[in-house]
């Protein structure tokens, strides 16, 4: 099993979407299950058949989210220093063609978000700037070409 490192924050999600899927989606599944087979034969009814799919993929849901809290790992703030960038730190930077100015906070897969500027470490932008200190300058290639990105500053 590989170890799934997230925040606190993370982890609570993973939990309270496996307790939502647990307490309303599977009850919700099983009832529209339970409504087909009492429409008549089973071989001849789609609504039946869909159903079934339908807790096929919300079990492997389940059991996916289950394995994930298995192997997670939490993350602590504390230990985290931001003279570099890091996991869970923010950085401000200038990205140098354009001038303009974007903060990124470099998260685990699960916990990135674009629209928050939450990042994963695994994307081209957040590995180049790894490891950088204030001042310098990161060299990314990215599907649209090389991307030069000025640290301004690194914080939690």
Do not use: C
């Amino acid at each position: 099993m590989a170890v799934t490192y997230m925040t606190e924050e993370g982890l609570q999600k993973l939990k309270d979407e496996l307790l939502h899927l647990e307490t309303v989606e599977r009850p919700r599944v099983i009832a529209a299950i339970a409504e087909a087979r009492d429409k008549g034969d089973l071989s001849e009814n789609a609504e039946y058949d869909a159903a079934k799919e339908e807790q096929g993929i919300l079990e492997s849901k389940i059991a996916h989210i289950k394995a994930k809290l298995m192997e997670a790992r939490v993350l602590d703030t504390a230990d985290i220093k931001t003279d570099e960038v890091q996991i869970l730190t923010k950085v401000r930077v200038r990205i140098l063609k354009t001038g303009t100015e974007k903060t990124y906070q470099l998260v685990t897969e699960g916990e990135a978000n674009s629209l928050e500027g939450k990042i994963s470490v695994t994307t081209p932008i957040a590995k180049g700037l790894m490891g950088k200190k204030v001042g310098e300058i990161a060299q990314v290639q990215v599907p649209a070409g090389l991307m030069e990105f000025q640290i301004l500053e690194i914080s939690l």
